[in-house]
């Protein structure tokens, strides 16, 4: 009996070690650094975006209204001098639709170890790894999916939306980006991936020690899709371009700056 | 030393009470019936997350029950020939579980309940609806997770079919004594729920249990898609326009290679109307405006067979359809802006490209489905009766 308890007791002792090392080390873990919430805003001229009710102005003044926008945004990378952090989610892609709320924020588990960082990346679609057919089999991101015919893989977003022509009628325009398709003369076709990295940089991001959490704002210009370097006047390039890839290029490099970053202070230790 | 003895008596006694909660927990799972758990399987291409509710677990004999209760029309709590009526009166498997428009009843595939009250819109067929997360109807009136809790899934619609006076517009108090009285089903009840009191919650879980197993997966299409036949030329060429967005255009809402439900299970006014008087629209249920005149795009799986089309049934063909998309469209500030063309009034398809388009769609019918003993009545009740 005494040598039964003798055994309980260092059985209480070991595991009471082992689960104080546990602890010590999941502890040490989080203050390794800190992990990141994004918020994803979308605004025109600086002004949150009203979808479905509200009439817009682009640069070549076509009044329209945008009622839906869906994207995705993938291989999120904080930068440190050249060194880079990969922030990844499950299946390191997030999917942003206004008609979803909770894709309007993104907590990665990924711990970012601490340290000043200068600059964050990602990339606007899916790189080539990722942009496979059957990739996504559920809802919402399956509906994304670009048919097999024209290049296979998902759009990079789906912006749809109605604007006003010149002669004043109501036409819809489905800004869709995704890969794009050359014929040559015998009808041969290329595809073209549209995908680009877009560059932040971080005027000042510290990741502390201890900070648990430290927000994120990701903003997207709407108009800024209209702008820069390619004017862009649906009047022209018609309100459909998965199968113009002049137009889906031109959508990619406006885009490149149609993204804005704000971070929240650190807490206060 | 009294201390040691102290923590030792604690140590003895906190033992003591777990190993208590241990038999207790044990002899009362000992106790409790568990129905076998069925293993669906998930064809190729296929969504992975399934709507199925945590309180309705799918098992071999919920779904055996549900069987019954499908085809039997005593569902309706009458034994009066002329006044029974079960979900088999209407959703005839030939047709997809639809009623279609060659229902030897229902003329013109527009069905109405045991008074005679024409149901408000035509009906959808029972397909694959375990993979539907985005509401149920033409409407999405009953939705996971949507404000009405009375009105998530499939379960709920079994209740409103069996209730509603366009339907069964049976009273649930007689039709859970007339099952109850059938011999048979009491044990079947048992088997499935654990108890042979029958409950209309268990009703309407057997019989959602069954619509969830109605699958389809095995089309021309899906072998083609899995390597095992070729399309003809025309079905490829129909399949292309189906595809692009300067073609039929029809992938955005009704799916396609990358999404083999051949629907979104979203909502759209695809322009067919220019003034909305139905009050069941998808506006009626969000409340939102660019909803108004949107209905859900349905399965285009075995569409031949479940004309009328349209959530009014406004066309019987699917040549009719097609006719809709490429030279009828209405402009409306309503319409969904995937109708890019509307302006045009229509996707403006050549007589061939028309007839290749159908072509394509033909190839979604699952004959597998379409007669499937699994899903089929059953040769007789529970009672012996047929």
């Known amino acids: ?269 | 030393m009294i201390k040691r003895n102290y923590s030792s008596g604690w140590l003895y006694a906190t033992s003591l009470l777990l190993a208590l909660f241990t038999i207790n927990s044990c002899s009362e799972k000992a106790d409790e019936y568990q129905p076998t758990p069925y293993a669906f399987t998930i064809p190729a291409y296929f969504p992975t997350r399934l709507n199925i509710p945590a309180d309705n677990p799918m098992t071999i004999e919920g779904i055996a029950l549900g069987r019954y209760l499908f085809y039997d029309e005593r569902l309706s709590g009458r034994t009066t020939p002329d006044s029974m009526m079960s979900c088999g009166t209407c959703h005839l498997q030939e047709n997809s579980f639809e009623c279609g428009i060659n229902h030897p009843k229902f003329t013109g595939g527009r069905p109405f309940g045991i008074t005679g009250i024409q149901t408000p819109h035509v009906m959808l067929p029972l397909i694959n609806l375990v993979w539907n997360e985005s509401g149920y109807f033409w409407s999405g009136l009953v939705c996971k997770n949507g404000p009405d809790a009375q009105k998530q899934n499939i379960e709920d619609i079994v209740y409103m079919g069996v209730t509603a006076p366009h339907e069964m517009a049976a009273d649930t108090n007689q039709v859970k004594m007339l099952i109850q009285s059938i011999p048979g089903y009491p044990e079947l009840f048992d088997k499935a729920f654990g108890s042979p009191k029958v409950t209309f919650r268990n009703i309407s879980k057997a019989i959602a249990q069954f619509i969830r197993i109605l699958v389809s997966s095995n089309s021309k299409f899906d072998k083609y898609m899995r390597g095992e036949v070729q399309l003809t030329a025309s079905e490829l060429n129909g399949f292309v326009l189906f595809m692009t967005e300067d073609g039929g255009d029809c992938f955005h809402c009704h799916g396609g290679d990358g999404n083999p439900l051949f629907t979104t299970n979203l909502f759209y006014n695809n322009a067919k109307d220019s003034v909305f008087t139905d009050v069941r629209d998808h506006f009626s249920v969000t409340g939102n405006p660019t909803d108004i005149g949107a209905y859900k795009a349905p399965t285009l799986r075995n569409i031949e067979l479940t004309a009328p089309y349209m959530h009014d049934g406004r066309f019987n063909t699917l040549e009719e359809v097609i006719d809709f998309y490429s030279e009828k469209v209405v402009w409306s500030p309503y319409v969904h802006p995937l109708m890019h063309h509307v302006n045009d009034g229509g996707i403006h398809l050549l007589p061939s490209e028309k007839s290749d388009l159908i072509a394509f769609i033909r190839t979604l019918r699952d004959d597998e489905f379409l007669n499937n003993p699994a899903f089929s009545k059953p040769s007789s009740f529970p009672d012996g009766n047929k």
């Open chain 1, 1 to 269: 009996m005494r040598r039964a308890c003798k055994h309980v007791s260092a059985l209480i002792f070991i595991t009471s070690l082992i689960v104080a090392l546990l602890l010590t080390a999941s502890c040490r873990k989080q203050d390794d650094g800190g992990k990141l919430i994004f918020v994803f805003g979308h605004k025109i001229g600086g002004v949150e975006l009203v979808k479905d009710s509200v009439t817009y102005l682009n640069a070549a003044e076509n009044e329209y209204v945008v009622n839906e926008l869906q994207y995705f945004i993938s291989e999120v990378t904080l930068w440190k001098n050249g060194d880079r952090q990969v922030i990844t989610s499950d299946s390191g892609v997030h999917y942003v639709d206004l008609d979803i709320p909770s894709t309007l924020s993104w907590f990665p588990d990924q711990v970012i170890p601490a340290g000043n960082y200068d600059s964050i990346t990602f990339t606007f679609g899916l790189t080539e790894s990722k942009n496979i057919s059957g990739y996504f089999v559920n809802p919402p991101e399956r509906d994304m999916f670009w048919p097999d015919v024209m290049g296979g893989g998902y759009h990079y977003m789906k912006m749809n939306g109605k604007w006003k022509t010149t002669l004043g009628d109501i036409q819809p325009f489905n800004l869709h980006l995704g890969i794009g398709m050359i014929a040559d003369t015998a009808g041969n076709e290329t595809f073209v991936q549209n995908y680009f990295t877009v560059t932040l940089p971080l005027s000042w991001c510290e990741v502390h020690e201890s900070q648990v959490y430290r927000q994120f704002t990701i903003d997207m210009d709407i108009n800024s899709w209209f702008e820069s370097p390619y004017y862009w006047d649906w009047n022209l390039t018609g309100g459909q371009i998965m199968q113009n890839q002049d137009a889906m290029h031109a959508a990619a490099m406006n885009g490149r700056d149609a993204f804005t970053i704000a971070y929240e202070a650190p807490d206060p230790k």
